[in-house]
Structures are given as structure tokens and as C-alpha cells.
């Protein structure tokens, strides 16, 4: 059977190893610093489909819907290859508006979610803090999404550690590849610390710097660029107990089982810088403390930035390539953790059996092969 190797070790690259591994394909997993420490470990870790796509994303919310759906499997087949339960919490979200603007601006959301059937409920203001009393009394009526849900992704990430060497595969950390080799139209390997490496397969799952790996030709180079998130961890307390997801204008308050209540996040185009700021940090907490006023007293435990991989049409770009054994997981821009299931086993079939899948269609490179890059 074809041997693969995998460039990134987050968490696209190390749920694709432990699939491929399971199938008992011969996998590598090379990666340049240390594994899932990038931008899957800043990752809040919402598994938000309905929270947060807007209404020219229906695709990708079908995708993004799907790889929920997967969840309940993806977990408990993790259990079992690695001994660490990930609960999937069902938290709930609300969407809660402030003013006027928002009010129209939630109705259109909710409007559109009811037309493709999906289960939102419209809130009053009171309603609203009744579900979750920590929400200002500026609140005039919120959206509630009850299914949306969330996942702890740093325990997730040292799972899929675990799970891919129980199942075979080999992890590399500090291994930068320095060059993907290709010849007649098919991969034969790449280079690292300077020596070439034969391989049948490459997959592409570098995240943020997928398109900076050389050797690729010009039309193949994945058009993702590094799309810059801080995010707040604050400690919850007395002073304030949020239990649900507040999506507020601007800015997410995310509880998390492990005490946090994670404050997110920029967007924010500065190439690959990763050093917090003062304005943005100064942003998501005065946006912060408008919805939930009692966030003031609450301890900053640290501040986390990441570098989303963001493609042009903010579509993941998965699957193969015109390049025989070149594939790509990469560009999954905001929900690379939602969709890491869906990633994962669509893919891993696609390579062990060459079928490719029909719940990635429209998600390839090719989809960009007109397009200057
Ligand atoms: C602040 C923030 C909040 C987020 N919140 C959420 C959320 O709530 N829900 C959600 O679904 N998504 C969220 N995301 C998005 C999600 O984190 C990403 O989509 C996902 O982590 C991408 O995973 P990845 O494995 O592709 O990339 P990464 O985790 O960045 O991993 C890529 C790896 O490739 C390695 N690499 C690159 N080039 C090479 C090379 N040449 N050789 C070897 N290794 C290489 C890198 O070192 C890196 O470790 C968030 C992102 C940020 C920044």
C-alpha cells in the first residue's frame, strides 16, 4: 500500500495521520516545531456551524454541519485509540442584540436559519437572561441556538498525538520540509534537513505557511495567507459564572470546562506577526464587558494568538490535486476544528481507496486553477 507523508502536525494533519494510520497505511507526519502548538492549540474550540456563518456560506455551512454530525464517532473512536476522553459539549449559544442595528441585523439571521430549517429560537431581552443571567440588561432580543456546540482542542490535540503512534504512525517534530519534489506529473517525495525522502502520497496540511513550502508549481500553491486571532483567557469566578456561549457584535464569551472564559477574537490582517496588542486585547475586552458587564473583575489568566489559514474564498482546500499523490488539507480558515472530522475521514478514505469524496466536492485546488495566485 502507498506510503504518505503529511507536512504540519496540527490538529488537520494529526487527525489525517491517525485515520490513515487506523487503515493500515504506512504514515509520516513531518513537522517543523513542535506538533499541535500553532494555530489549532489557540483555537477557542466552538464547534459553531449555525452561530457563525452568514448567509452567502451555504456550502460550507452543509460541510460544517456534517463534520458535527461526525463528532459523536470522531470522540468516541479517540477514546478508544488513545485512553483520553473529549466530552462534546452541548453549551448553547445566544446572539444577543443591543441596539437597533443589531435587532435588524439578528432578525435577517434568524429569518434566513428558519428557511433552511434550522433550529433557532427568537428570544426577548428578558428571555434572553433567563437562559443566561450574566448578559447586560441592554440586551433587546438575542438568537438562541441550543446544539451549537464546543470541544477542550488542547486535550483533543495531545489525544491525536496518543491515537496516531498507538496506530502506527510516526511523528517527526523539528523537521522543517524544506522542498516537496515532483517529476512527470506525479510526487516522489520531499526534502528534509537535507536529505530527499521517497514517498507515493504528500499531503499538504501546513496550515498558515502551506503556500510558503517550495517545490510546488506556481498554479498549485494553496492562496492561503495567515489571518492573525488573539483571544483572552479570563478565570471565571463568583463575580461571574457565563454558562453559555454569548456571540455578541464583535466579540464571542466562551466558557470552558477548565474554568476559562476564553474572550475572542481579532481578525486581523498583519502577515505573520503573532505578538499581542494592546488595541485588540483593548477592543475584545470593552466589547466584552458591554455584553457581559461582570467580566470587570474578572483575573486575565494569559492572552493566546494564532495565525488562521485563510484562503481566498475562506473554503477549506481539500482533497487532490492534477499532481498524481499531491493532495491538500489546508485553508480551513475559522472552523478548523470543526471540520476536523470531516477532514479526516473523507480524506483518509479518498487516499486509501482513490474514491474520491462526494461530501468534498467544490472543496479542491482545482476550484482556483483559473485564478492568478
Ligand atoms: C484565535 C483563534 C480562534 C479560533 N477558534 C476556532 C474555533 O473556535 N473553532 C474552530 O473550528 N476553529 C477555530 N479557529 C481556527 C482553527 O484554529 C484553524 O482552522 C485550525 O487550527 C487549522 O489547523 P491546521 O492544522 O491546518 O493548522 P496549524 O494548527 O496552524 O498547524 C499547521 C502546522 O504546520 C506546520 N508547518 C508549516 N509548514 C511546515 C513545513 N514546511 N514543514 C513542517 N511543518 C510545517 C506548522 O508548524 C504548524 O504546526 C481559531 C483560530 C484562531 C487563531
Redesign the pocket.
Known amino acids: 500500500m502507498n506510503n504518505t507523508i503529511i507536512?504540519?502536525?496540527?490538529?488537520?494533519?494529526l487527525s489525517l495521520g491517525w485515520q490513515l494510520a487506523k487503515k493500515g497505511i504506512d504514515v509520516e507526519i513531518?513537522?517543523?516545531?513542535n506538533?499541535g502548538?500553532?494555530?489549532?492549540r489557540?483555537?477557542?474550540?466552538?464547534?459553531a456551524p449555525q452561530a457563525e456563518m452568514g448567509f452567502e456560506d451555504i456550502d460550507l455551512f452543509y460541510l460544517c454541519r456534517k463534520s458535527l454530525d461526525m463528532y459523536p464517532r470522531f470522540v468516541e473512536e479517540l477514546y478508544t485509540d488513545s485512553g483520553i476522553k473529549v466530552e462534546l459539549e452541548r453549551t448553547g449559544c445566544i446572539l444577543p442584540g443591543f441596539d437597533r442595528d443589531d435587532a435588524e441585523r439578528l432578525r435577517r439571521l434568524y429569518d434566513f436559519r428558519e428557511k433552511i430549517g434550522m433550529p433557532v429560537v427568537w428570544l426577548t431581552g428578558s428571555e434572553a437572561r433567563e437562559i443566561e443571567p450574566f448578559l447586560s440588561p441592554r440586551c433587546t432580543g438575542a438568537i438562541w441556538i441550543d446544539d451549537d456546540a464546543q470541544i477542550n482542542n488542547r486535550l483533543m490535540l495531545d489525544a491525536l498525538k496518543i491515537a496516531f503512534a498507538k496506530c502506527g504512525g510516526k511523528l517527526y517534530e523539528e523537521?522543517?520540509?524544506e522542498h516537496i519534489n515532483i517529476s512527470n506529473g506525479k510526487v516522489t517525495g520531499i526534502r528534509v534537513h537535507s536529505t530527499e525522502l521517497k514517498f507515493d502520497n504528500v499531503v499538504v496540511?501546513?496550515?498558515?505557511?502551506s503556500k510558503?513550502?517550495p517545490g510546488l508549481p506556481e498554479n498549485l500553491m494553496p492562496p492561503v495567507r495567515p489571518v492573525k486571532?488573539?483571544?483572552i483567557n479570563l478565570k471565571l469566578n463568583d463575580s461571574c459564572r457565563v454558562t453559555k456561549v454569548v456571540r455578541a457584535p464583535d466579540v464571542y464569551l466562551l466558557p470552558k470546562s477548565d474554568g476559562r472564559l476564553i474572550l475572542?477574537?481579532s481578525v486581523e490582517e498583519q502577515g505573520f506577526d503573532t505578538e499581542p496588542t494592546a488595541g485588540e486585547i483593548f477592543r475584545l475586552l470593552e466589547r466584552g464587558w458591554e455584553a457581559v458587564p461582570s467580566i470587570y473583575d474578572l483575573p486575565i489568566e494569559s492572552i493566546?494568538v494564532?495565525?488562521?489559514?485563510g484562503s481566498r474564498d475562506h473554503m477549506p482546500i481539500v482533497g487532490d490535486s492534477e499532481i498524481e499523490g499531491l493532495f491538500f488539507a489546508?485553508g480551513?480558515?475559522?472552523?478548523?476544528?470543526?471540520?476536523t472530522p470531516v477532514t479526516a475521514f473523507e480524506l483518509s478514505e479518498w487516499i486509501a481507496t482513490g474514491n474520491p469524496s462526494e461530501a468534498l466536492r467544490g472543496f479542491g485546488i482545482s476550484r482556483f486553477y483559473k485564478e492568478t495566485v
Open positions: 507536512i504540519g502536525g496540527g490538529i488537520i494533519g513531518l513537522e517543523r516545531n506538533a502548538r500553532s494555530a489549532s489557540a483555537a477557542a474550540g466552538m464547534l523537521h522543517n520540509v496540511a501546513g496550515g498558515a505557511w510558503q513550502i486571532g488573539q483571544i475572542g477574537a493566546d494564532g495565525l488562521r489559514p489546508t480551513h480558515y475559522r472552523n478548523g476544528i470543526l471540520l
